[in-house]
């Protein structure tokens, strides 16, 4: 069990059924007025996508399958660069803070002939949700697209989002990757690297899909992506690169060719030399799992090593082959990156559906990579409900002591929240939620060495 003060339960409902005609000019009636002034203004869509505050209902959220009301206090002004959803087929669903309870809207409740949507919020990179957009379906609606569905309000001076800030660096901020520079980067490369196929594929991540990954490379700041693989080992829910046999779209073409360690080399070592804290990342959201990819990866990491001690060599992985692994590592990589859904077997199953290895496989993997000292981090993809139920958070702090996790990194998960939970809780139920920040609180209590943060760090040089 978790060795933290007990903080498992959120307060969902923190609004009680009380008449307050009858209390007013009391101190409990002074509460109350404080706290429906502190309530956010629910948001929906009409049929034409405009987005409109619902004068008398506060903004809700849900984690898991639970509502919650939201408030200034618990909610930060909508980040610059996030993105106002209408959610098709659903409801918002909302606080009648008149009635004081949460209800379903199929209609405008001030022009009763209108139907409204919820409305949701993609926040952007570096913050983590706190709840998702709250939304009912009368029947099995379609899949919602692959995005994260947050939670959102109107306050006095904006929209505000249900979301907690987990990285300050500008990495993915838009407004630093004017398209023009990102332009002449891309001429630059196909200049001086005319035959490089590798650099192509990246020019359509930057230009064509706005990878801000990508971007960046020809930028020349921060992390460089090396997509390398066409397959995968997993068949997860949410993949972003490849679905087939349901109603849900890829959002994005995965790499139909697997580059050469020469051709991985030459955009690695153009990275690391003009870049003063570079970091190149194998597995990106453009191909399937890296590992799979080992007899290109090495070499390419030997090559670079050969020439250079500078730059940070990461891997984003499902950590399936714990043998490359270790290859890896002694070829001269720095850093491993794990996806992970949650760190309870059933859940990870569920979700990343392995095709060749186990969720064994993903623990001894880890194990290899700390003992031969590199730095692991997780890439924890969160819902509400789910990552802060209580047997996943008890599990995480076990986790976290016998695997020696170095980082986590706070990802949004992208897929329809309300179905995810559903289908999660078949598999094994994960108790009361604490509330994503009670449970970030605790982490920080617990392991004060535990770096929290969204990016692949740069690590240094090596010695």
Not at 362 to 372: L, P
Request: charged share 20%; proline share 7%; aromatic share 10%.
């Amino acid at each position: 069990m978790l060795d933290t003060p007990p903080v498992k339960y959120v307060n969902f409902i923190f609004i009680c059924n009380v008449n307050t005609t009858t209390i007013n000019n009391t101190p409990a009636g002074a509460a109350i007025a404080y706290i429906n002034k502190q309530i956010l203004t629910a948001v929906a869509a009409a049929e034409n996508g405009e987005i409109f505050d619902l004068d008398g209902y506060g903004a809700a959220g849900y984690s898991g399958d639970l509502p919650v009301v939201l408030t200034r206090s618990d909610t930060i002004a909508m980040p610059h660069g996030s993105e106002l959803m209408m959610l098709p087929d659903r409801y918002p669903v909302v606080y009648n803070v008149v009635s004081q309870q949460f209800e379903t809207l199929s209609r405008n409740p001030f022009a009763p002939d209108e139907k409204i949507y919820p409305v949701a919020v993609f926040n952007s990179p570096g913050y983590v949700n706190r709840h998702f957009c709250a939304y009912a379906c009368e029947k099995p609606a379609a899949p919602l697209p692959l995005f994260s569905y947050g939670a959102v309000g109107f306050g006095q001076n904006g929209f505000r989002s249900a979301a907690l800030q987990v990285d300050a660096e500008p990495r993915q901020d838009l407004r630093l990757m004017p398209r023009p520079k990102v332009k002449q980067g891309v001429k630059q490369m196909g200049r001086k690297y005319p035959d490089n196929r590798l650099m192509r594929h990246l020019e359509t991540c930057a230009l064509e899909y706005g990878c801000p990954a990508g971007k960046n490379f020809f930028l020349q700041r921060y992390e460089a992506p090396l997509p390398t693989s066409r397959v995968c080992n997993a068949r997860c829910l949410g993949c972003i690169s490849l679905q087939s046999g349901n109603q849900i779209s890829a959002c994005q073409d995965r790499i139909t060719f697997t580059p050469t360690a020469e051709e991985i080399f030459q955009v690695s070592l153009e990275h690391i030399r003009h870049v003063p804290k570079a970091v190149v990342s194998f597995g990106q959201g453009c191909e399937g799992e890296p590992l799979t990819a080992f007899q290109v990866i090495q070499p390419a990491i030997e090559m670079i090593r050969a020439v250079t001690n500078k730059g940070t060599i990461n891997l984003n992985t499902n950590a399936s082959m714990p043998d490359h692994v270790k290859s890896l590592c002694k070829a001269g990589l720095d850093s491993m990156r794990v996806s992970l859904n949650s760190v309870r077997k059933k859940i990870y199953t569920a979700y990343f559906r392995p095709r060749s290895y186990h969720w064994n496989d993903v623990c001894k993997s880890i194990d290899t990579a700390r003992e031969q000292g590199r730095f692991v981090a997780v890439n924890y993809l969160n819902c509400p409900g789910v990552t802060d139920a209580q047997r996943e958070v008890d599990a995480l702090f076990a986790f976290i002591r016998d695997h020696d996790i170095n980082m986590i990194q706070w990802r949004n998960l992208n897929y329809d929240p309300l179905a995810y939970f559903a289908a999660m809780e078949a598999v094994a139920s994960g108790g009361p939620a604490m509330g994503m920040a009670r449970l970030i609180q605790a982490l920080k209590k617990e392991f004060p060495t535990l770096v929290h943060g969204y990016f692949n760090p740069y690590l240094g040089v090596r010695g």
